[in-house]
Every structure is written in structure tokens, then in C-alpha cells.
């Protein structure tokens, strides 16, 4: 899950946890992306793409603001995150635009086209595996969130987290990719007990406190993701009636990225 480059000072300053390995266009663009600023984020990332025309990150990047506009324009976050009220899910119908699906598919295939190309020639790059992650990621997003296409979104969610522990045994500093365990551990948490037993079968898991523990590595350690991360721990501090919790991630998003109204809706209505 939102554009001319920012400096470095401030790009880093937006995340928690940054450091000198982690390029600070790319911070930029996902500063810009969680502000809302989709245009800017889309030139940051392009231009990333650019210069470093191997690297995947770029076009999934670009995917990922996309996504995240997509998001914005239909209210997806709000009414599946933050409604407890399954009638409004219910009703929450929502119109995908077909020109962002296009450019969203169209950033998703050179992203795999480059982790392709990128694994056929031995690349140990962990970046290239992140990628990937983040490529799963996403089409599991766009296919249960927008289109309510649950069990393709699972099958893409679980490629996530597998990808994301092969990628942690060999790099367990990489804290942006435990974020695709803590999802789906929290998210298929949420389900009644006999569905979450048929997904156990299927090889998901669905253990509530591995995913709240996981979404806290990204959140106090990650990049790209860190706010993402800051954002599920403010939705399940919600959900466990945690409003102290709940209060201090939505003040820590509203202060960091002024300009995203959701963060600002939601802790207003925190009590």
C-alpha cells in the first residue's frame, strides 16, 4: 500500500532508521508517494529508472504509487483498514480506473522482466530478491483490494513471504521484508477460526502476534516501508481497543507526511 526529487537530508529524515546504503532518491519517492504527491513520486521513480535501467526497484517502485494512488482515489485504505462495519464493507463497491491498471501492469512486468534477468545471470543482489517481495506484494494488493479476487491475492501473498524469508536468512538486516510476513500473518489473523484453518492447510499463516512482531522490525528499522508498517500497527492497535498505541503511530504518519489527509482523518477520530 501514496515529485521533484527531495534533498537527502530530508528524505532521510522521513524515515526512521535510514542509512548511507539505502539511496535517498528512492526514500524520496516514497516520501513523496505517502504525501499523496503521486506525480512527483512517478518522476522520482522514472527517473530512477533511468539512470539505473537493471534495477528493479525502480519500476516496482513506480507500481507501488500507482497502487497506492489507486488506493487514495477509491478510499480502499479507509473503508478496509480503519470500518469495522461489515455492511459498509459490503457496500464499498469500488471502479477501478483501467488507464492506472494498465500503467500499474505495465511497471509490474519490466520489474519482473529485470528480476528475471537478474536471476539468470546469478545475481546475489538483495535488492533484486526485495524486489521481488514487492512485486508479489502489490499484484496480492490490486487483486484483493481493488478486485476482490481473494484467492489469486493469497496465492500472490504467500509468494510474498516466502520470498521475503529467503531473502531475511540470508539478509536478516533487510528490515523492509519482514513486512510481507507480518501482513499476512495479521491480516488472514482476522479471519474466523475455521477459515484460517483451511488456510494453515494451504501453507499461509494466519499467527496474529508474528505479524504485529514482524510489522514492528519494519516499523522501527525499515525504509521504504517503515510508514506502511507504522500504519497496520495503527490499525491493529485500533482493532484491540489500544487507542495510546493507535494515537502515537497516526500522530508519528500525520506529522512525517502532512499533506496525506487519511493519516489526519484517522487520528481525529481517535478518542
Known sequence: ???????????????????????????AGYRQMYNLQFDEAHRTFQAWETAHPADPLGPVSDAAAYLFGEFDRLHILQS??????????????????????????????????????????????????FATVMTHGLASDYLGLVEKRYLAALSETKLARATAERLLAAQPAYYDAYLAIGVENYMLSLKPAPVRWLLRVGGAETDKQVG??????????GHYLLPFARLLLAVAALRDKNIGQAREELSWLAAQFPANHLFRDELAKVK
Open 1 to 27: 500500500m501514496k515529485r521533484l526529487i527531495l534533498t537527502a537530508l530530508i528524505a532521510c529524515g522521513a524515515c526512521a532508521g535510514a542509512d548511507v546504503g539505502v539511496p535517498a532518491a528512492l526514500e
Open 80 to 129: 478496509e483498514f480503519f470500518a469495522e462495519n461489515q455492511a459498509f464493507l459490503n457496500m464499498h463497491k469500488v471502479t477501478p480506473d483501467p488507464q492506472v491498471k494498465h500503467e500499474f501492469d505495465v511497471a509490474l512486468d519490466r520489474a519482473k522482466g529485470l528480476e528475471a534477468s537478474a536471476t539468470q545471470t546469478g545475481s546475489s543482489d538483495p535488492d533484486v530478491l
Open 212 to 221: 504485529i512482531d514482524k510489522a514492528h522490525l519494519t516499523a522501527e528499522k
